[in-house]
């Protein structure tokens, strides 16, 4: 595989990343965490024309496009470094002419990853807060919970959510695939992984199982061998220094592989594929501070980390796959840089 390389910006304490189309053109999307810290949109050939999206809000920890529109979305508003999130938000984005209209759709304090997830026809939103309340940045004596709602159709309204789970201690990760076949949300804390299945019909509840019990940071979900079955990357503990591979064997989640590099602050893992190969593709914030993938060699029976680039610091990532190239879109936060990796 060949990897370019494009600088798209220099942004203060890039954090999130996502992406949109509009009219049928691909936007890459990355907002700061930054106090005043802004939002932009890259696209065109190479993503060398750039859109304002907000030029001072900061605090975005989410990106997610909402389903059925041109480029809409929504995006986590006010939550700061230091874990400083009592006044977070969601934000309604729509691309206006050669700008966008952003407004406010709800408020959710320390919300930190959430998502839309469309079941029969219904949009399930999902929220997951870091923390509930705070007097100080290392206080997490009153844990996260878990929210849903369901978005309405018309989002000035706003809408009502409600905690389906408490007493997440560090509720940071999430990710959304498949699990026994069905859309659904995985979400991490101290106490481990849980899968979130939304309602599969009107008069249905969400279904919530606990499958891993200990302390998680994040994971990523993928058949990363090929044998048909997902795998599940976690990064362990709280911002840990710990990268694992589970396996589910005769129904319980066994490791199958740790990651032998030291890592520290490991933070963005998705799974993918990259030019047809099912890989994971991980960041990690501190000492190398790289961008790398793990693969599973069929003929070694084994896996492989390949580095895609190294002291930059990446804390989130999304990947998109095109018919001629792959697209990693990369926030590398240790050194403000918002970039692009193109895989062909």
Partial sequence: MKIEKIILDEMYRAYSTGSVRINGDLHAIIASEAVDGMCAAYHGKDFKEKKIVWEKAGGTMSIIELPD???EFLAVQNFFPGFNGLTAKVVHVVPKGDGFEVSDFIS??????????????????????????????????????????????????????????ENLTHNHGYYQATYQGKKAAYITSDEGVFVFIPPQA???????????????????????????????????????????IYKEIDGKYEIIYTV?????????????????????????????????????????????????????????????????????????????????????
Wanted: hydrophobic share 40%; charged share 25%; glycine share 6%.
């Fill in 69 to 71: 529109t041109n480029g």
């Fill in 108 to 165: 959710l304090p320390y919300l930190h990853r959430f998502d839309i997830i469309e079941v029969a026809g219904v949009k399930h939103f999902i929220g997951a807060a870091l923390c509930t309340s705070k007097t100080e940045r290392e206080d997490w004596s009153d844990p996260g919970k878990v929210f849903v709602g369901i978005l309405p159709d018309d989002l000035s309204h706003g809408m009502t959510v409600k905690p389906i789970l």
């Fill in 202 to 244: 009107a008069n249905e509840q969400w279904v919530i199982h606990h499958i891993i019990k200990t302390r998680v940071s994040d994971v990523a979900v993928f058949d990363i061998d090929g044998d048909g079955n997902q795998e599940i990357l976690s990064i362990e503990p709280f911002h840990g220094n710990q990268m694992h």
């Fill in 260 to 344: 032998p590099r030291p890592v520290e602050f490991a933070h963005a893992i998705c799974g993918t594929t990259l030019r047809g190969k099912p890989v994971f593709v991980c960041g990690i914030r501190r000492l190398n501070a790289e961008l790398f993938y793990i693969e599973y060699n069929q003929k070694k029976r084994n896996f492989e980390i390949t580095v895609i680039d190294e002291n930059i610091g990446t804390a989130n990532i999304v990947v998109i796959n095109e018919e001629d190239k792959d697209i990693i879109i990369a926030a590398n936060n240790t050194i403000h840089q918002a970039a692009a990796y193109i895989i062909k």
